[in-house]
């Protein structure tokens, strides 16, 4: 069983930066894509990026693609999303998940098999 935890979020600008980090705790993770959802107030939640934790390949949504940065810190077992020129429709609670054992890119929340609990954003105008 993996447990995630997400930190890193707050209020911010737009124009600004955040860098949220997603901390992996239980059973090894490195045969487990990691993504980043988001899901704004009353939205359902949708796909931001995703990385295969051994190989290090990564993809994005084209709404980020460009502005956001998913890496890995494989000795901390930490996910990262570095996120640059933040808009206001970039505001959600940020949400990172895990796919067990697969290499892939999933990109629909119902692929994925553990959650944490979120992060709110608030990017103002």
């Known amino acids: 069983q993996v447990q995630l935890a997400e930190s890193g979020g707050g209020l911010v600008q737009a124009g600004g930066s955040l860098r949220l980090s997603c901390a992996a705790s239980?059973?090894?993770?490195?045969?487990?894509?990691v993504g980043w959802f988001r899901q704004p107030p009353g939205k359902e939640r949708k796909f931001v990026a995703a990385?295969?934790?051994?190989?290090?390949?990564?993809y994005y949504a084209d709404s980020v693609k460009g502005r956001f940065t998913i890496s890995r810190d494989n000795a901390k077992k930490t996910v990262y999303l570095q996120m640059n020129s933040l808009k206001p429709e970039d505001t959600a609670v940020y949400y990172c998940?895990?796919?067990?054992?697969?290499?892939?890119?999933?990109?629909?929340?119902?692929?994925?098999?553990?959650w944490g609990q979120g992060t709110q954003v608030t990017v103002s105008s």
């Open positions: 990385i295969t934790w051994s190989g290090g390949s990564t």
């Open positions: 239980g059973r090894t993770f490195s045969s487990d894509t």
């Open positions: 998940a895990g796919r067990a054992y697969y290499s892939g890119f999933p990109t629909t929340a119902s692929r994925y098999d553990y």
